[in-house]
C-alpha cells in the first residue's frame, strides 16, 4: 500500500496509514535537537537539489514565471527551515516562569511537545509554499504529518508526493494525493492538529470535523485584503509596491491587495501612476502585458470564468474599466484590469477576488474608509499608505485584521518573526517562525512541589477558623 506515489488511497489504508504514524509519533517525542535539525536539513538539500523540478512543476500548473517560483515558492521555505535550524534549540527549551506568593516553594516550567500526529491540507495558490512551509513547523514541532496537497496543481502535488516519499516513511511523513473525498476521509480521523490553508467557506468545513474529535485546528483562510491610499502617500512609490503585490502570480495570492480606498484628491494620480507601473514591469516594449514571461495564468478554465464574469458583472452595473480588461480563454489569460465605479452590489466587492482585477473606491475621510473596512469581514491583512503616523496609528487602533503593513504590502509573509495569520473570517491560529512551531505544540504546564510540603495543608478540611481567614486574606491580597 505505498501512499508516497501518485496513487490515489481509499478511505481504508488513508485510516491503515493514520494508525501507523501513531507508534511514530511517541517515539518522536523524544527525539532531541539535533534529530529534528536532521530531518529538516534533508528537507533543505532535497530542495535545493531539486529546484529545476520545483519550477518546472509550478510553470505547467499555471505558468509560473521561474523567479516567481523563487522567491515566493522556494525561498520562503528554505527561509523558515533556516530559522527553525537556527531558533530550534531555544524553542524547545522548558520555560520557567514566576513563582506567584500563594504558590510560594513551587518551581513551574512550560514544556512545549508535539501535538502527535498532525493532518496538512494545502490550496493550490501557492503549492509548494503552503504545503511545505507547515510541513517544516510539524516536522520541527516534533510531529508526524499526513499530507493533501491540493488537486488543482497536479504537477507540484506530484512533485511533493515524490519528495516526500524520497525523505519519509510512510508511517512518519505521508502524502495523500486526491480530490475533496481524500480530504473528507482524512478529516474523519482523530488528528491530534490540523493545519488548514485554503478558503473560509472550507475553513468551516474542516473546523466542523475538528470538533467531532475536539482536534486543535490552525486555519489560514483568506478573504478581501483591503488597501488604504491615505491623501499624503507617495503614490509612485505606492502605485510600485501595489501593482506588484497584486500581480505577482497574476493575483492568486491569500494576501494580495484586494480593493483600494484612495483618498479623493489623489485618486486619479494614484490610478495614473499604477499605469504607468503595470507598463513598467509587464509591457517594457509595449507589446502587451500578455507577452510578459513575468505574468502568471488563472490556475483553470473555472476561476478564469468566475473572474470574468465578475468584470462583466460590474461593467452592467455601472463599473468602468480604467486599464486592461482584455483575456484569453484558450490560455486562462486575463489582463491586469483595474474598475472604478465599483459598488457594493457587485460580485467583485463581494467575494474575495483572486485574480488580477483591482477595484478602487474613492473616500473623503479616514473615518469613512476605516468604516468601510469595518463593515467587511475581518480581512488577512490591511495596507495603510501614508506619511502621517498618527493617522497610521489611528488606522491600526480603529481595525482589525490578521496582519497589517504601513507602506508597503505582501512582504510581512517573510518576516519569520512576525505571526502570520488571520482573525475570524480570515483564519485561526498563526503561522511562521515561532508561532508555526507552537501551532504544532502542545504548552504543558509543569509545576514541582517539594516532597512534603504543601502550600494548601492549613487550608484543607475541616474548614476551620484559620482556613477561612486564609482563604479571606488569598482573595484580599492575590
Ligand atoms: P479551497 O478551500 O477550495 O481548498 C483548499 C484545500 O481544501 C484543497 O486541498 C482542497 O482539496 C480541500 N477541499 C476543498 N473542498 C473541500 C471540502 N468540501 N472538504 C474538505 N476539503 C476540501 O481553497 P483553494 O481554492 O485551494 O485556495 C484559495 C483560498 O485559500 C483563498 O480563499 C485564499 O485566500 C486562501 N489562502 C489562504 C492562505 C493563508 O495563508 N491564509 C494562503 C493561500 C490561500
Known sequence: ??????EKPSAINIYQLFKSQHPTSLNWRTASVEERIVRLKKIRTWIKDHQQDIRDALRKDFNKPEPETDLTEIFPVTSEINHAIKNLKKWMRPKSVSTPLPMLGTTAKIHLEPKGTSLIISPWNYPFNLTIGPLISAIAAGCTAMIKPSEMTPYTSELISRMISELFSEN????????????????KLPFD???????PAVGKIVMKAAAEHLTSVTLELGGK??????????????????????????????????????????????????????????????????????????????????????????VSKGGEIAFGGK???????????????????????????????????????????????????????????????????????????????????????LHMELPFGGVNNSGIGKAHGFHGFLAFSNEKGVLKQRVGLNNVTLLRPPYGIKAKQIIASLIKWF
Not at 1 to 6: K, R
Not at 172 to 187: F, I, K, M, N, P
Not at 193 to 199: A, E, L, Q, V, Y
Open 327 to 413: 483575456s484569453d480563454s484558450k490560455t486562462n489569460y486575463i489582463e491586469p484590469t483595474i474598475l472604478t465605479n465599483v459598488s457594493d452590489d457587485m460580485l467583485v466587492m463581494q467575494e474575495e477576488i483572486f485574480g488580477p482585477l483591482f477595484p478602487m473606491i474613492p473616500y473623503t475621510t479616514l473615518d469613512e474608509a476605516i468604516r468601510y473596512v469595518n463593515s467587511k469581514p475581518k480581512p488577512l491583512a490591511l495596507y495603510y499608505f501614508g506619511k502621517n503616523s498618527e493617522k497610521s496609528a489611528k488606522v491600526l487602533q480603529e481595525t482589525s485584521s490578521g496582519n497589517v503593513v504601513v507602506n508597503d504590502c505582501v512582504i510581512h509573509f
Open 225 to 314: 485584503s483591503p488597501v488604504i491610499i491615505d491623501a499624503d502617500a507617495d503614490l509612485k512609490d505606492a502605485a510600485e509596491k501595489l501593482i506588484w503585490g497584486k500581480y505577482v502570480n497574476c493575483g492568486q495570492t491569500c494576501i494580495a491587495p484586494d480593493y483600494i480606498l484612495a483618498h479623493e484628491s489623489v485618486y486619479e494620480a494614484l490610478i495614473s501612476e499604477m499605469k504607468v507601473a503595470l507598463q513598467k514591469m509587464y509591457d517594457p516594449a509595449f507589446k502587451g502585458i500578455d507577452h510578459s514571461p513575468d505574468m502568471a495564468r488563472i490556475v483553470n478554465n473555472k476561476h478564469f470564468q468566475r473572474l470574468i464574469n465578475y468584470v462583466e458583472e460590474a
Open 172 to 187: 512518519e511523513v505521508a502524502v495523500c494525493l486526491g480530490e475533496v473525498e481524500v480530504s473528507q476521509a482524512l478529516l
Open 193 to 199: 492538529h490540523i493545519f488548514f490553508t485554503g478558503s
Open 1 to 6: 500500500m505505498p501512499l508516497n506515489t501518485s
